[in-house]
């Protein structure tokens, strides 16, 4: 099975060659935000492959045919053979037979296969857990799982069999139409979405202020009642936490596939509306707040109560929405399992 994944590796890198465009397009469909959302060091191996299964083996190029059938015409051999014949399959675990190994139903009802796992799977593989792999045929009723399957999340496998079941396409080809869309959704859900009490995702809003005088400014803040001096910050910065008593809250359904969290200024046992920072050297007044509009409320409220003493707006920068794909979590969870050691030594040294 190694001889497939290396043959999925050569087309990615005679097609990323070939057709550079094509392939990040693919590959933003596959990762919401694309190769940006990955930081500057980009995928890693791995998690290209993982899309590679299948914008290589399913989607047309601008000519018509996806590139392992290409390649099929020009080279034809039997790994490409096998890739060209396999599909993107969901299939529902019915029992573990051991090491690598599991008998699975396929949930459109085609009946019992024999699954070999290549690779160990992500996730907790279970009886009546879904996992979601490249399946190549080796066999009556036998396949094999190429690259890393993924085991959808027991928190959305009743959403992840909600949107198999309302998944339509002719006789014998929903595989090869929506395979994507279901390996897409085992490797970005649960996402989780960080909202506040009344139901907002969280979407930090950070403004930079002009401050005429710094020194009065800091006795105007620290007369408001409403803002508890936090202290100075290793910047040097001086911080206050406005405390309020936030909106009632407001029961929000999560989006198919999306676990909800409370933001940290709802859950933090004095809840408040924002941070204001003066900076080190006074210049600047920096306001955040964990929407646009509670943001937009905390100035409206603060403009008036400190008048001149709050300049200009310089700056005003919103994130995008504070949701983390499944996928994102993996990645910070194996970065820190990297560094775990090193920390452990820091530890020991101090």
Do not use: N
Request: proline share 8%; aromatic share 8%; glycine share 8%.
């Amino acid at each position: 099975m190694a001889r497939l994944e290396r043959t999925v590796r050569l087309v990615g890198e005679e097609t990323w060659a070939a057709e550079p465009e094509w392939c990040l397009d693919r590959l933003a469909e596959f990762y919401d935000g694309g190769v940006d959302a990955f930081g500057p060091d980009g995928p890693d191996a791995d998690e290209l492959l993982d899309a590679q299964l299948w914008f290589l083996l399913d989607c047309p190029l601008p000519d018509g045919y996806a590139p392992i059938w290409r390649l099929a015409h020009e080279a034809p051999d039997r790994a490409v053979e096998l890739l060209s014949r396999s599909e993107l399959r969901a299939w529902r675990v019915e029992s573990i037979a051991g090491a690598g190994l599991v008998s699975a139903l396929c949930p459109l009802g085609s009946g019992r296969a024999r699954i070999d796992l290549a690779s160990s799977p992500v996730g907790e593989l279970r009886r009546g857990s879904f996992v979601v792999g490249r399946s190549v045929p080796l066999g009556p009723q036998q396949w094999t799982l190429i690259g890393r399957p993924a085991v959808v999340d027991r928190a959305v496998a009743a959403d992840f069999e909600a949107l198999l079941a309302v998944l339509d396409a002719p006789l014998g080809e929903l595989w090869r139409v929506h395979g994507g869309v279901l390996a897409r959704a085992a490797w970005a859900w649960p996402e989780k979405r960080e909202c506040t009490c009344d139901g907002e995702t969280v979407q930090m809003a950070l403004a930079a202020f002009e401050v005429p005088d710094a020194d009065s400014l800091a006795a105007a803040l620290d007369r408001e009642a409403e803002l508890d001096w936090i202290g100075v910050l290793d910047d040097e910065t001086l911080r206050w936490r406005w405390r309020w008593d936030p909106p009632a809250a407001r029961p929000r359904r999560p989006e198919p596939g999306s676990v909800l969290e409370l933001c940290d200024e709802d859950g933090d046992p004095e809840p408040y509306l924002a941070d204001l920072d003066l900076t080190a050297d006074g210049s600047e007044l920096w306001l955040s707040a964990p929407t646009p509009a509670r943001f937009a409320l905390a100035e409206r409220v603060l403009r008036p109560r400190l008048g001149p003493l709050l300049g200009e707006l310089r700056s005003l920068h919103v994130d995008r929405r504070s949701v983390m794909p499944r996928w994102k979590q993996l990645r910070l969870q194996s970065a820190l399992e990297r560094l775990a050691p090193a920390i452990a030594h820091s530890s020991r040294a101090a």
